[in-house]
Nanobody, 128 residues
Framework: QVQLVESGGGLLQAGGSLRLSCAPS????????MGWFRQAPGKERESVAA????????YYSDSVKGRFTISRDNAKNTVYLQMNSLTPEDTAVYYC?????????????????????WGQGTQVTVSS
């Protein structure tokens, strides 16, 4: 059973940067497509970024495109979300997700229904 542990959240001022990390357990991390989602108070969970298992394909939501970068280091079993130029609208709990079910396609998945393993979430709070 894959488990995900996020880290790197915190409180910062608008315009700052933060890097989130997600370290799945297990020895088959390189087989998993990964994604980052977030949920702000009173709002539905939304997709932020996603990356294929090889790292060759990436997705970004319009709200973060140009500011956030998703990456992965399969040798270190870690996926990252680099967040720059943060605004108060980025305040949310950020979740890492893994698609651990086998798939022949090396692609990203931007829909939360495609993911079967979720982390516990890490809070990101951006003050104005």
């Amino acid at each position: 059973q894959v488990q995900l542990v996020e880290s790197g959240g915190g409180l910062l001022q608008a315009g700052g940067s933060l890097r989130l990390s997600c370290a799945p357990s297990g020895r088959t991390f390189s087989y998993y497509a990964m994604g980052w989602f977030r949920q702000a108070p009173g709002k539905e969970r939304e997709s932020v970024a996603a990356i294929s298992r090889s790292g060759g394909s990436r997705y970004y939501s319009d709200s973060v495109k140009g500011r956030f970068t998703i990456s992965r280091d399969n040798a270190k079993n870690t996926v990252y979300l680099q967040m720059n130029s943060l605004t108060p609208e980025d305040t949310a709990v950020y979740y890492c997700a893994a698609k651990s079910r086998p798939s022949f396609a090396d692609r990203y998945y931007s829909d939360d229904i495609d993911y079967d393993v979720w982390g516990q979430g890490t809070q990101v709070t951006v003050s104005s």
